[in-house]
């Protein structure tokens, strides 16, 4: 479920994670719930969104989505861990599901015994941006500003645990750089102070930051994908 990308960090892989009991013969029997543990605005939201009238379509129930944001993603993870396994409750899940138990030792939940795989929706790269006003337009530029300023550059991220503060953390170690992290509740939020000059730079979803690069409100630098992005 989760790629290491060769030059900076993480795809972001989305899953849906349901109850090993959700293949009985009579499912789905009630409406299904579809546990996205981030706030609405995120690009798993929009996924949910968009998967969840197609959902209710096929299997014949209504698939409505709910918002458990909060804690890296774990607090909605937890909701689907301790939930029925009858396949009625299901989890929109990206590397954090992975991720967190790096960062949370007291999880309630296990990643890999706990939840059972059910399908891939989509890998959206994530995208390294900076303020428009950073005096670098490419990654080298970058890593060599951050050289001469250390401890001064700091990247905002959707939490602790998130493929966002990951890929960050990855670029640090990767390029040696003296750089601090600053995690936020969610993307809207972090992106909010990286629009308002509070933070110079971050990793950021795709679909949440390529309305905001078109406009030129920041600065794209690198893909986390292997290939290069037709969109970027």
Do not use: W
């Not at 550059?153 to 992290?181: K, P, Q, V």
């Amino acid at each position: 479920m989760l790629r290491q990308c060769s030059v900076l960090v993480l795809f972001l892989t989305m899953s849906v994670l349901a109850g090993e009991a959700a293949a009985q013969q009579n499912y789905p029997n009630r409406p299904i719930r579809l546990i996205v543990p981030y706030p609405p605005g995120a690009s798993n939201d929009y996924v949910a969104r968009l998967v969840a009238p197609r959902l209710g379509e096929a299997f014949g129930q209504p698939v409505v989505v709910d918002n458990r944001p909060g804690a890296g993603s774990t607090i909605g993870t937890e909701i689907v861990a301790r939930a029925t396994a009858d396949g009625h409750t299901l989890l929109l899940a990206n590397p954090s599901l992975g991720l967190s138990q790096h960062i949370y030792p007291k999880l309630a939940y296990r990643p890999l015994q706990d939840f059972a795989y059910v399908g891939q929706y989509g890998i959206v790269p994530n995208v390294l941006v900076v303020r428009p006003d950073l005096p670098v337009k490419s990654v080298p530029e970058l890593i060599a500003y951050a050289r001469k300023n250390p401890g001064k550059l700091m990247y905002s991220s959707s939490g602790n645990g998130s493929s966002l503060h990951f890929a960050g953390e990855l670029f640090r170690l990767m390029t040696n750089i003296d750089i601090g992290h600053v995690p936020y509740a969610s993307v809207p939020v972090a992106m909010n102070d990286l629009f308002g000059g509070r933070v110079p730079m971050t990793f950021s979803n795709m679909s949440a930051i390529a309305p905001h690069i078109n406009a030129g409100k920041v600065r794209a630098l690198a893909v986390t994908s292997i290939k290069r992005s037709a969109l970027m």
